[in-house]
């Protein structure tokens, strides 16, 4: 899948573009451009709040953004103030880390339409045949990141940082120590582990309004 008009507009200077034209647009996010900081949506007064662990190379996770997240979760309880929704690092192996920290080290504002693409392209960053070694991944994933504003200097610094991938990894452990979550996407509500992607009817359900 090629890269579109609309995901140049989306991943434009700052992506400015995807204040206007993102799935994400009005929904509330952590503005703290810590890379260590909450990564979230919707009011975090609102009376449900559910944690979501994904890894940003899980088909089953890229599915579920694309599919359920986006057109119908937003919409239906994030923009209208019923749910805060945070998104949490379980990367399952090298790539899906690589591009984690990342999408931890652009501006905050920046964060859900970068993922937003990097999911809608998983298969050309993630899984395309040509890339065969580490370096192949890291161009990959750098077009990317170059569309968001990153310069190659930047990203070079993100992916080497080792306290942000000390900081995602402990966060994976720490998942997997209180919830025993083993696989992506898993949702935590009521602190009850949910694991699996799920349709609308089923994640409506699962929060109780359904």
Known sequence: MAIERRDILLLGVGLAAASVTSAFAGVTASHRNNPFGIRSLGNPNAGKKIIEYFSLGCPHCAEFATHTLKPKIVPSFIDTGKL???FRDFPL????????????????HDYFPFIEILFSHQLEWAYAPKLKTKRDYENALFKYA?????????????????KLSNFILAERRK?????????????IFDDKKYPGAMDFKQFSAMIGEG
């Open 84 to 86: 805060y929704y945070v």
């Open 146 to 162: 170059a569309l968001a504003g990153m310069s190659r200097n930047r990203f070079d610094a993100a992916i080497a940082d080792k």
């Open 93 to 108: 192996d090298g790539v899906s880390l690589m591009a984690a920290q990342v999408a931890r080290s652009l501006p905050a």
């Open 175 to 187: 998942a997997e120590q209180k919830y025993n979550v083993d696989a992506t996407p898993t949702f």
